[in-house]
């Protein structure tokens, strides 16, 4: 512990000093120096329902603010998914690893002009911690006691954690909001209001790359670029190059399509099913399509094993490991491959995404596609077969039972229609029930009135940030929840490994625990994963240094991106 | 007639209230709350989410519920303003959201009414005038298709020939990227320009309604006793048609002008949804499907106005085109 | 959505006087018939209408394959080529090929010309309940496998386009009958008791009525169907029927009530209650009677509305769920553009939607021609 400790923070003060001897400017490295001008447009889906972070709750809102109008102190890599300094330009913690100082970048200006200080870090936090103000982060910054902070100069903060954290860091990468703009409204009591849609878009004030101009609801978002940015390319030139950002808000994935076509969009996030015949085009279209590899995405089918909620004999079968794993050889991962994403997916075993290599074990238990061995599986446990085929329980209930997931969604209905196929042939009865999201959502977290349900969640790098799934108490616990106490030996283990694995400051030592954690999800699982999709996108050839990745998408490096006319 | 508007419009009050309340408990029957997105957030835990219900009064009982909605949806002592209310998701007031979309789609509703009467009433009484012609029978026939097929099955083979074409007509939107640099006369040919695909749906099925109902208006008009009685006079045909049985034929139209008024913001619903026009209908819909119930809830009543609205102005235009209509 | 009914003035004479001097000596039916029969589209677009509510009946028959029945290997399959002709052009028993999935990402399909499957008829396949009740397993037609025979291509699924159509028929077409009994018997019931006592009881009614009339219909049926949300797929179709009930019969119930109001100063109903009638059986026996030929024109011409709701509501996700089909819901896999352009065949259940509603405006611009001559032809602009 001690080691791994000092080894951190060798790291760290390395990074600090290393960063203090250069130039205030943080220099963004990129493939070629770019020229100024030209724009990058995009299409998003959805409306953004509000401007101010701590009240934005949903990707169509977050998608627009977070990394373009704000900024947080300390943001991952897009491409190594690495941490690296954004608005604190150093940090270092103490021996035990709880008190942390983070030290802010100087001459970094809101876009009003004013100065971004240690004051606004500080009032951040003010805000984070407000239990009027319900968002996003406080949650996962309860330790539950909440994080000591003070400022000790104009451009140093200081963090004092209640115990020692791997995950501090990706703990304060929360966006930091301007102080002299929005303390009046929240003595006033009027945050809750503050930059909602109805705000003109100028006066949304942050530190980022770009500003905002315009917004016309389901139309378009246009951002203008900051000439007081605090980023450089190699040259010494200050970022980013392009003119303008333009954010198309589309209906549909068809009209992002189109407007991409039409070279309304210059950026596009291809389908899977579309890759074949875009690359077809690409000459013509003058674009090109890169791979991002698989996404953090996960799709995954859940059996409701809380007796509380399901009643006997269904719950008995939902809690028999061998029933699961035979269920998780009736996926037919292929198919799904096949139909819907034209081949361009790839089968997910892992709790942990394909992409996030750090974590990632590669040799979990896998449960092929295989009726036959599902059908010995079943007799193993005890199911038994009567003469017009259908499965009896070993009591001789008829194994019978509703799988659900939200209509409208093309992967998880293609999902549940093959496996609710694939089981009818094991000799089950599956009633499959597309139902409303929210509706969906609302059984699944409550625990009532669902056997089974298909359902995907978009994870992190960090697997602590999925605690509340794991852990025998979160709230996404979606097997067996609304219980404080684990209810089988294997959760009570995993309950252990969740709390381990963030004090453990050692990244090596770390990624093994979770593996043992990893080993645990394949062998019972909980949830039956299916397939993870590859993502691509397709951009115009005059985009230079696009370094496009499953992480960091098209964007992450908007910054350096410039149009070679 | 001043009394007859004034207590119509007094009575829209009472209604008012009935609509929302009836509303209201619709959109309180609806199973979920808005919430969905974010409990599956694995950041979040339960009791923030309970404590956002609680915060929207979502824990309260319902006439509780109805009673908070209803003081900040209207004007109350103290705060004059009528904003229907708060959305969930937007947290805004939703005359504001309203207000957003609302000069979209009354363009595009316009636009699409004046076209069709434009084109119906020409064309509806050449087809009356020439009854049995070949010209009336293939109009009449093209109305009969006009007013059968659905405005999103039209609206999805349109863009089906506007994608297989390549026509160059912009899908989605309702401007163009830098729409605010532009002079006044480019907005205009811009708007138009994006107007044009849900206008071709939107105008067909009531170009086709009201060119049936003009020709047939006035067939029945010119069977009347004063018509044969005029051309008996010796009275020109042109004038016949045009001077005594025109007049009389248009006015059963006023209703229907009415209809056209009430459905200015809510009768694009579907055009709107499928050809990506950013209009109230989409809000709405986007409301409904999130749960976000005081959104649906104050389109309902702004279109349950409009509708009050356009049947008030359609009887207040009857008066005045018929003389022997009276209100007291 | 035209769910508002045309209203011919209250208190309009329901038989028509003149048009009943002229044939005096025919009985009222008898000489609607004549007149019904002189309107040549309607009488054809009745044929229409036979035809298909008949195929609707006979769907699981007429289907080759079941609503539900999916096939992985055959997703957007397109149609499959009927040869008549051998490849030495002379005329052959009708056959087809086996087709093979040859680019996963492009989704091409190619036929395998080495084996012909004739098209067999009268072939035994899955089984089915034909109107709910006969346990058979006979279908029309079909091809062996691991042929498929998809005249109209097959969706996202590998579920034939064909069959499903069929299926969803009976759901689009015959969603009219419960809902003209809804609307009739509650407008009927509502008006006639609102016209009858009329008073502070009329009044009330129909304030209650407007309240629900106030109410754009489609932003209310999408209201609805929102509370409806939680009915699970196999009772959705239902839950569409209540909805549609709940929203079209206020302005029906308006226009029986203007005609209670005026058939209850006449004669017939002091001396129906002097023999010792009650109120209701008043109502019911003597006066309702009379707003028949308004009955059936208003419900002949809601009809089109009724379908074109219920597949407006299905296309938006509203009404029927996966994995049961309407036409509306078919028809929502195809707003996808790039599924549009592609598979253009999925828009085939939009043409059936357009030739029921087309043939249903014939047959009820017909029956007003022939029960209320006087009525202005084909109103109400949508």
Do not use: C
Request: hydrophobic fraction near 45%; avoid cysteine.
């Amino acid at each position: 512990m001690k080691r791994s400790l000092s080894w951190l923070m060798a790291a760290a003060l390395v990074l600090a000093f290393g960063l203090g001897a250069l130039a205030q400017p943080y220099v963004m490295e990129a493939e070629t120096i770019g020229q100024y001008g030209g724009e990058i447009r995009i299409a998003t889906l959805g409306d953004p329902r509000t401007f101010n972070p701590y009240l934005a709750k949903e990707t169509s809102s977050t998608d627009v603010i977070i990394g373009r109008i704000f900024e947080p102190l300390i943001g991952r890599n897009g491409v190594t998914t690495a941490h690296e300094p954004r608005l604190a330009k150093a940090w270092e913690f103490s021996e035990d690893g709880t008190v942390w100082t983070f030290y802010l970048r100087e001459g970094v200006y809101w876009h009003d002009g004013v100065e971004f200080t240690a004051d606004d870090v500080i009032f951040t936090l003010d805000i984070i911690y407000d239990p009027e103000i319900p968002n996003n982060y406080r949650d996962g910054m309860l330790y539950p006691d909440p994080i000591q902070y003070r400022k000790i100069d104009r451009y140093t903060v200081e963090f004092t954690f209640p115990m020692a954290l791997a995950t501090a860091m990706d703990d304060v990468s929360f966006p930091i909001i301007p102080k002299h703009i929005l303390e009046q409204p929240w003595k006033e009591g009027r945050f809750n209001e503050m930059w909602g849609v109805d705000t003109p878009p100028w006066e949304i004030i942050g530190t980022g790359p770009f500003q905002m101009v315009e917004y016309r609801p389901s139309e378009r978002i246009v951002m203008t670029r900051n000439p007081n940015y605090w980023r450089v390319d190699a040259e010494g030139n200050p970022l980013p190059y392009i003119t303008r950002f333009v954010m198309y808000i589309a209906g549909n994935q068809d009209a992002m399509r189109l407007m991409f076509d039409n070279r309304e969009t210059n950026i596009y996030g291809v389908r899977g099913t579309e890759v074949d015949e875009m690359q077809d085009n690409a000459e013509r279209g003058g674009y090109t399509i890169y791979e991002g590899g698989p996404t953090f995405s996960t799709l995954f089918v859940v059996f409701n094993q809380n007796e509380l909620f399901v009643p006997s004999p269904k719950v008995e079968w939902f809690q028999n490991k061998l029933f699961r794993q035979a269920v998780a050889h009736a996926v037919d991962k292929q198919s799904l491959i096949d139909i819907v994403f034209g081949g361009r997916a790839v089968p997910q075993w892992s709790p942990v995404s394909a992409p996030n290599r750090q974590f990632l074990k590669e040799d979990v238990k896998t449960y092929p596609y295989d009726l036959e061995e599902s059908r010995r599986l079943l007799a193993e446990a005890g199911f038994t077969w009567g003469p017009d085929g259908r499965l009896y329980d070993w009591n001789g209930n008829h194994v019978e039972f509703t799988l659900s997931t939200n209509e409208g969604n093309l992967q998880r209905e293609t999902f549940m229609t093959l496996l609710a196929e694939d089981l009818t042939e094991l000799g089950m009865t599956v009633h499959t029930n597309p139902m409303d999201f929210n509706l969906l959502v609302n059984q699944l977290t409550s625990g009532e009135n669902w056997d089974a349900i298909i359902i995907g969640l978009t994870g992190g790098v960090d697997p602590d940030g999925g605690s509340n799934v794991w852990q025998s108490s979160g709230g996404l616990h979606m097997w067996n929840i609304g219980r404080d106490e684990p209810q089988t030996e294997w959760e009570a283990r995993v309950d252990e490994i969740f709390e381990i694995g963030r004090t453990i400051l050692d990244p090596e030592e770390r990624v093994k625990v979770y593996y043992e954690w990893q080993d645990i999800i394949a062998e019972e699982v909980p949830l039956i994963y299916a397939v993870t999709p590859l993502v691509y996108a397709a951009a115009r050839n005059e985009i230079k240094n696009i370094e496009y990745t499953a992480y960091g998408g098209s964007l992450h490096n908007i910054h350096v991106l410039w149009i070679d006319n | 007639m001043h009394a007859f508007i004034l207590r119509r419009l007094l009575n829209m009050i009472p209604l008012l209230i009935g609509i929302s309340f009836l509303s209201f408990s619709i959109m309180y029957m609806a199973p979920g709350d808005f919430l969905g997105e974010l409990r599956l957030n694995p950041q979040i835990s339960a009791e923030t989410i309970e404590m956002m219900r609680a915060q929207y009064g979502l824990d309260k009982p319902f006439i509780v519920q109805y009673w908070l909605w209803f003081k900040e949806a209207f004007p109350m002592p103290g705060n004059w303003k009528i904003n229907l209310g708060r959305s969930f998701q937007y947290h805004t007031p939703v005359t504001t959201l309203i207000g957003f979309y609302a000069f979209n789609t009354f363009l595009l509703s316009l636009t699409s009414a004046v076209l069709s009467w434009l084109i119906a009433i020409p064309i509806g009484i050449y087809a009356a005038r020439k009854q049995y012609s070949f010209g009336d029978k293939v109009l009449t026939t093209l109305a009969f298709m006009g007013v059968s097929i659905p405005n999103f099955f039209l609206a999805l083979i349109i863009l089906y020939f506007v994608v297989r074409w390549e026509l160059p007509l912009p899908i989605g939107g309702a401007t163009s990227l830098g729409y605010d640099e532009l002079n006044l006369w480019q907005k205009i040919v811009d708007r138009a320009h994006h107007l044009i695909i849900p206008t071709l749906v939107l105008t067909t099925g009531s170009t086709a309604g009201l060119m049936r109902y003009m020709r047939s208006n006035l067939l029945d008009t010119l069977r009347q006793d004063y018509v044969r009685t005029a051309r008996a006079k010796g009275l020109s045909e042109r004038v016949v048609v045009y001077k005594h049985a025109l007049r009389n034929a248009i006015n059963p139209l006023i209703t229907f002008f009415g209809f056209e008024i009430a459905s200015l913001l809510s009768g694009a619903t579907l055009t709107e949804f499928v050809t990506s026009y950013p209009g109230l209908g989409r809000l709405l819909y986007g409301g409904l499907r999130a749960n976000d119930y005081h959104l649906v809830l104050g389109g309902l009543m702004v279109g349950s106005v409009m509708l009050m609205l356009g049947n008030l102005i359609a009887d207040i235009m009857l008066a005045w085109a018929d003389p022997r209509i009276r209100y007291q | 959505m035209a769910t508002t009914p045309t209203a011919p003035s209250p208190g309009a004479p329901p038989v028509p006087a003149k048009a009943a001097e002229e044939y005096r000596g025919f009985s009222l039916t008898a000489l609607a018939w004549r007149r019904f029969r002189r309107h040549k589209l309607a009488m054809y677009a009745s044929v229409v209408l036979i035809i298909l509510y008949a195929a609707a009946i006979f769907s699981p028959f007429l289907a080759p394959y079941s609503e539900t029945r999916s096939n992985r290997q055959k997703y957007f399959h397109p149609p499959t080529k009927i040869h008549f002709f051998d490849e030495n052009g002379r005329l052959t028993r009708p056959y087809v090929y086996n087709y093979r999935l040859v680019d996963v990402g492009r989704r091409i399909y190619e036929p395998v010309t080495t084996t012909k499957y004739p098209i067999k008829f009268f072939v035994k396949g899955e089984s089915y309940k034909l109107f709910g009740l006969i346990e058979w397993d006979v279908h029309l037609y079909g091809v062996d496998s691991p042929a498929v025979i998809y005249p109209l291509g097959a969706d996202h699924l590998g579920r034939d386009i064909v069959s499903r159509m069929l299926h969803g028929s009976r759901k689009s077409l015959f969603i009219v009958i419960p809902l003209i009994v809804i609307t009739v018997s509650i407008g009927l019931m509502y008006g006639g008791i609102s016209g009858y006592f009329g008073g502070r009881t009329d009044n009330i009614m129909m304030r209650i009525g407007e309240v629900v009339m106030a109410v754009p219909s489609f932003y209310l049926l999408i209201a609805l169907a929102g509370v409806m949300r939680d009915v699970p797929a196999q009772q959705r179709f239902a839950a569409v029927i209540a909805i549609l009930g709940l929203v079209s019969w206020a302005g029906f119930a308006r226009v029986i009530r203007g005609m209670v109001l005026s058939l209850r100063q006449q004669e017939f109903v002091e001396g129906a209650l002097a023999i010792g009638n009650s109120h209701l059986r008043t109502i019911v026996r003597h006066i309702l009677p009379n707003t028949i030929s308004y009955v059936v024109v208003s419900i002949t011409l809601q009809v089109p509305g009724f379908i074109i709701a219920e597949s407006s509501l299905s296309f938006l996700g509203l009404g029927v769920q996966e994995p049961f089909s309407s036409w509306g819901n078919m028809l929502s896999n195809a707003t996808d553009l790039t599924n549009l352009t592609r598979y253009p065949w999925m828009l085939a259940p939009g043409f059936l939607i357009f030739i029921t509603v087309l043939a249903w405006n014939y047959v009820g611009d017909g029956v007003r021609d022939a029960l209320d001559p006087r009525a202005v032809t084909s109103g109400e602009p949508r």
